[in-house]
């Protein structure tokens, strides 16, 4: 598929807040998808929504999505160091593969 | 009671040589993937299977083969390896495509 497009670093304090921001290429995606992966480990489900909403929260996460813009954001309340990790935002691809992003990796600082 | 679970962890190994990774899901998914991580955390499709079918191979080298036995499990095995196979292999399954997909561990194959 096409490049889902993100930034690669984010650097943030302890307690902030962090958003990581993505632009996707498929209008057609049923559902948008961000995963977490920490280091050496396997990729988690963090979260996903639905194409056809515009914002989901989930405790300390706010997945906001532009779909005129193609924009998908994930916001991170008080933001903690268990927080640092790569941040994967994903498409669908052909109606069964994820089309994933390069990643974002967060360094969060005490 | 892992949900997907891959086998084995890390795989090291020479040039040449063939091998397998093994994937089972507990988690009663119809839909089944492997996707390769590179040194740069880039992830890639490599093949999906629906209900033990192919549904998508990505310009895989033919050196790749999936196999399918049963809607629970999805085996890679690999034909004379190459240093370019060197990266981490992630197994993954969802309910059906589209939905939501649960990913493995991942193997870290190594070449020498």
């Known amino acids: 598929g096409e490049d889902v497009e993100q930034s690669l670093f984010l650097s943030v304090r302890e307690g902030d807040s962090s958003v990581i921001n993505c632009t996707y290429t498929?209008?057609?995606?049923?559902?948008l998808y961000w995963y977490k992966q920490e280091p050496g480990a396997g990729l988690q489900l963090l979260t996903y929504?639905?194409?056809?909403?515009d914002m989901k929260q989930d405790q300390r996460l706010t997945v906001l999505l532009n779909k005129k813009d193609k924009h998908l954001s994930l916001r991170i309340a008080d933001t903690q160091t268990g927080d640092s990790a790569i941040y994967f935002c994903?498409?669908?691809?052909?109606?069964?593969?994820?089309?994933f992003g390069k990643g974002t990796s967060l360094l969060v600082t005490p | 009671d892992t949900a997907v679970s891959q086998t084995p962890k890390y795989l090291v190994t020479q040039m040449g040589n063939d091998k397998s990774i093994k994937c089972e899901q507990n988690l009663g998914h119809d839909t089944m993937y492997w996707y390769k991580q590179d040194s740069k955390k880039f992830l890639k499709i490599m093949f999906s299977y629906n209900n033990k079918e192919l549904i998508i191979n990505e310009t895989v080298p033919n050196r790749f083969s999936p196999k399918s036995p049963d809607k629970a499990h999805l085996n890679l095995h690999i034909n004379s390896l190459e240093l370019g196979d060197s990266a981490v292999y992630f197994c993954a399954s969802s309910q059906d495509g589209g939905q939501p997909q649960h990913f493995g561990d991942g193997t870290r194959l190594s070449i020498l």
């Open positions: 994903a498409e669908i691809y052909s109606g069964y593969a994820l089309n």
């Open positions: 929504i639905f194409s056809n909403m």
């Open positions: 498929d209008s057609s995606s049923t559902y």
